[in-house]
């Protein structure tokens, strides 16, 4: 299986701050990579695929980028909706595995 | 719109089998796959497994033995069962729509299924 590690569990964040997620593949997934938001109480929420791809209605703000084992989720200027736990999956072999997740909180 | 709605029963014996029904409305079956996945504060997010629009379907390894997943285009139901629950089994339940062919991430998903495995 694949294991996907997202080297911070939490982190403490600012209104407006630029947040960057990181996320890394036991192996090379070559670009088969999601990211989501989790908000407590609800289900997951698909941003990106394909690493970069950007799902319709989710603010430009995210960005995806990495190749590789090495992934990462961008946030720029951090808005309160976005305080949120976020996960990255791979898909490019099954099981399809999940990262941990890293929980963003306000200072 | 797109919407999955889980049905199915909050409390489950342990060695008891847990049966969830996935009623989806707004897309069909015959062109998504449908994921199952589950969500625990010990393991987080583990996919079980997907059935395809085709019917077919795949399953994580660590659960084949005990696992079934099908459906009913006409009624637009994915059905979810797995055998001989244990205590480690408490989890969400979630069924989550396949985004498009040859991309496995999860567009829509519905509102989970809160499983606790007791006596």
């Known amino acids: 299986d694949i294991q996907m590690t997202q080297s911070s569990s939490s982190f403490s964040v600012s209104l407006g701050d630029r947040v960057t997620i990181t996320c890394k593949a036991s192996e090379d997934i070559y670009n088969r990579l999601a990211w989501y938001q989790q908000k407590p109480g609800n289900a997951p929420r698909l941003l990106i695929s394909g690493a970069t791809s950007l799902e319709t209605g989710v603010p430009s703000r995210f960005s995806g980028s990495g190749s590789g084992k090495d992934y990462t989720l961008s946030i720029t200027s951090l808005q309160t909706e976005d305080v949120a736990t976020y996960y990255c999956q791979q898909y490019w072999s099954t099981p399809l595995t999940f990262g941990a997740g890293t929980k963003l909180e306000l200072k | 719109q797109v919407q999955l709605k889980q049905s199915g029963p909050g409390l489950v014996q342990p060695s008891q089998s847990l049966s969830i029904t996935c009623t989806v409305s707004g897309f069909s079956l015959t062109s998504y796959g449908v994921h199952w996945v589950r969500q625990s504060p010990g393991k987080g997010l583990e996919w079980l497994g997907v059935?395809?629009?085709?019917?077919?379907?795949d399953y994580n390894a660590a659960f084949i033995s005990r696992l079934s997943i099908s459906k009913d285009n006409s009624k637009s139901q994915v059905f979810f069962k797995m055998n001989s629950l244990q205590a480690d089994d408490t989890a969400i339940y979630y069924c989550?729509?396949?985004?498009?062919?040859?991309?496995?991430?999860?567009?829509?998903w519905g509102q989970g299924t809160s499983v606790t495995v007791s006596s």
């Open positions: 059935i395809w629009s085709g019917g077919s379907t």
């Open positions: 989550a729509r396949n985004l498009r062919r040859t991309v496995y991430a999860m567009d829509y």
